[in-house]
């Protein structure tokens, strides 16, 4: 009866709003991945200074209170495993992400959520429906090793198995993160997964698909109206909204809410906000941002004195203390580990360190080496403009910080 039910609405909301039956063009974020065998590193890079490197630091801010909001800060496991007998060779790689979420005027909130993402890092690890887990890896990284050794194949012997994690929407409404894993098991055999979570902020709850509307059995039919191009598809949605929350594959970010196929690998196309307004509950729409934010970055010795300073991080031991200092309020700010692919002539997000979901007239102390080539830290936010990226670097002639917003300048 149910899914008759469900059949007819979306049906009769494909009818009604067949306006919404067309996919949204703008295109999906997908996190770039590459493997260990391609990985560039570029050395001996020197660095050029863009002009106006700098991001705008005009407005007035002199009314405004130091705030800082929810902030998410990355944990890595990590487990390599040698050959039997041949401490020299790795033949596993085993590595996590555990986000762990501090929200300062709701801690029970803060506990609910961390304990659910703790579960999501011993699933990866003992194995569940949605990751092969440990032992499974390191009995086919075992069987492969024997098989080499025995016939002298000549193909690798490393296996790796990486679950990484990024805060995709961090507001006072919705905290989700994306997770992405990939897994190698030599070869050509590269396998990509992409699944989500996202929890109310204010009560810590996981949120299913059903939980983003009053009227969950008409919010599910609305989206199969999205989604299905005619009724022969509508049976397929019904199954996917099935097992969208049971293998997690849906999250919000700031732009709307991303399906993810039931492979896991394909993310399918995002639909909108605007698209899901008066469908979605309203606490659960982003609120618009008024204002432009400014940035600036130096050391804390020069900088800190009159500070606000929010947070601490800490990327590299006995690095620089350099000081990240916003005025006005910036959302959704993070800090990236960033790498260089020479093969797309870009840079890629490699991990997350921090995120925090609002920051106002405050600054976060960061320590970190700053390399001599190419930089490998990028500081992200969002403000009334949209979302800016800055890369950190040091000037070639007075040896000063500087933020440019496009590093591929600095190639010369």
């Given at each position: 009866?149910?899914?008759?039910s469900?059949?007819c609405?979306?049906?009769?909301?494909?009818?009604?709003?067949?306006?919404?039956?067309?996919?949204?063009?703008?295109?999906?974020?997908?996190?770039?991945?590459?493997?260990?065998?391609?990985?560039?590193?570029?050395t001996?890079?020197?660095?050029?200074?863009?002009?106006?490197?700098?991001?705008?630091?005009?407005?007035?801010?002199?009314?405004?209170?130091?705030?800082?909001?929810?902030k998410?800060?990355?944990?890595?496991?990590?487990?390599?495993?040698?050959a039997?007998?041949?401490?020299?060779?790795?033949?596993?790689?085993?590595?996590?992400?555990?986000?762990?979420?501090?929200?300062p005027?709701?801690?029970?909130?803060?506990?609910?959520?961390?304990?659910?993402l703790?579960?999501?890092?011993?699933?990866?690890?003992?194995?569940?429906?949605?990751?092969?887990?440990?032992?499974?890896?390191?009995?086919?990284?075992?069987?492969?090793?024997?098989?080499?050794?025995?016939?002298?194949?000549?193909?690798?012997?490393?296996?790796?198995?990486?679950?990484?994690?990024?805060?995709?929407?961090?507001?006072?409404?919705?905290?989700?993160?994306?997770?992405?894993?990939?897994?190698?098991?030599?070869?050509?055999?590269?396998?990509?997964?992409?699944?989500?979570?996202?929890?109310?902020?204010?009560?810590?709850?996981?949120?299913?698909?059903?939980?983003?509307?009053?009227?969950?059995?008409?919010?599910?039919?609305?989206?199969?109206?999205?989604?299905?191009?005619?009724?022969?598809?509508?049976?397929?949605?019904?199954?996917?909204?099935?097992?969208?929350?049971?293998?997690?594959?849906?999250?919000?970010?700031?732009?709307?809410l991303?399906?993810?196929?039931?492979?896991?690998?394909?993310?399918?196309?995002?639909?909108?906000?605007?698209?899901?307004?008066?469908?979605?509950?309203?606490?659960?729409?982003?609120?618009?941002?008024?204002?432009?934010?400014?940035?600036?970055?130096?050391?804390?010795?020069?900088?800190?004195?009159?500070?606000?300073?929010?947070?601490?991080v800490t990327?590299?031991?006995?690095?620089?203390?350099?000081?990240?200092?916003?005025?006005?309020?910036?959302?959704?700010v993070?800090?990236?580990?960033?790498?260089?692919?020479?093969?797309?002539?870009?840079?890629?997000?490699?991990?997350?360190?921090?995120?925090?979901?609002?920051?106002?007239?405050?600054?976060?102390?960061?320590?970190?080496?700053?390399?001599?080539?190419?930089?490998?830290l990028?500081?992200?936010?969002?403000?009334?403009?949209?979302?800016?990226?800055?890369?950190?670097?040091?000037?070639?002639?007075d040896?000063?910080?500087?933020?440019?917003?496009?590093?591929?300048?600095?190639?010369?």
């Open positions: 009866m149910k899914q008759k469900f059949l609405l979306a049906l009769s909301t494909m009818l009604l709003l067949s306006g919404c039956g067309q996919k949204s063009e703008e295109p999906v974020k997908q996190v770039q991945t590459v493997p260990a065998e391609t990985e560039t590193v570029v001996e890079t020197e660095i050029q200074t863009p002009e106006e490197a700098q991001p705008n630091l005009e407005g007035d801010w002199e009314n405004k209170e130091a705030v800082s909001g929810i998410v800060q990355y944990e890595v496991v990590s487990e390599d495993f040698d039997p007998e041949d401490n020299t060779q790795k033949i596993l790689v085993f590595s996590y992400e555990i986000p762990h979420v501090d929200i005027e709701c801690p029970e909130a803060a506990e609910e959520i961390n304990d659910c703790r579960l999501q890092g011993e699933l990866f690890y003992t194995g569940s429906s949605l990751f092969p887990g440990v032992n499974q890896m390191l009995e086919s990284a075992l069987d492969n090793y024997t098989y080499v050794t025995q016939t002298q194949a000549e193909i690798g012997v490393e296996f790796s198995d990486v679950l990484s994690a990024g805060t995709e929407r961090l507001d006072d409404a919705i905290i989700s993160f994306q997770y992405h894993e990939v897994t190698y098991a030599g070869g050509s055999n590269i396998q990509t997964r992409n699944s989500g979570l996202t929890f109310d902020a204010a009560t810590g709850a996981r949120l299913q698909l059903e939980d983003l509307s009053d009227e969950p059995e008409l919010f599910c039919a609305f989206l199969a109206s999205c989604k299905a191009e005619d009724i022969s598809a509508l049976q397929e949605m019904r199954d996917y909204f099935i097992a969208a929350n049971e293998d997690c594959l849906w999250y919000l970010d700031r732009d709307g991303t399906l993810v196929a039931q492979d896991g690998f394909t993310l399918m196309d995002r639909i909108p906000y605007e698209t899901l307004e008066g469908h979605m509950k309203e606490k659960y729409m982003p609120k618009e941002l008024t204002e432009p934010a400014g940035l600036s970055v130096g050391l804390v010795d020069e900088n800190g004195e009159n500070a606000v300073i929010s947070d601490q990327i590299d031991d006995n690095g620089l203390n350099v000081l990240f200092s916003f005025r006005g309020t910036a959302a959704e993070g800090l990236f580990s960033v790498q260089y692919d020479s093969f797309s002539d870009s840079f890629f997000n490699d991990r997350c360190y921090w995120a925090c979901s609002q920051m106002t007239n405050c600054a976060i102390q960061v320590e970190t080496v700053i390399p001599e080539t190419l930089p490998n990028m500081i992200q936010y969002t403000d009334s403009e949209g979302t800016h990226n800055y890369f950190l670097a040091e000037s070639g002639k040896g000063s910080l500087l933020l440019i917003p496009n590093a591929i300048e600095i190639l010369g």
